[in-house]
């Protein structure tokens, strides 16, 4: 398995050699939360769409 580190390092040479200190932290930032929500998804800690939509009724007046 490879390290979180050497997936960074990874991305970062993917990354044009102009790319701004902004950009490696955007790109590492979506890398985070894309892979936070695909743990989340195999965990199973999802909503079916009804689910979804009787969360968002409740959230109305």
């Known amino acids: ?3 979180i580190k050497e997936s960074s ?3 970062i040479k993917q ?3 102009d ?3 902004e ?4 790109e590492l930032y979506a890398k985070s939360k894309i892979e936070s929500g695909l743990k989340t998804i195999n965990e199973g800690k999802i ?3 009804e689910e979804m939509d ?3 009724t409740s959230w109305l007046p």
């Open 1 to 3: 398995m490879i390290s």
């Open 9 to 11: 390092i990874e991305l």
């Open 15 to 17: 990354l044009p050699d």
């Open 19 to 21: 790319c701004s200190l």
């Open 23 to 26: 950009d490696i932290q955007y």
């Open 47 to 49: 909503l079916s769409e």
């Open 54 to 56: 009787d969360e968002i």
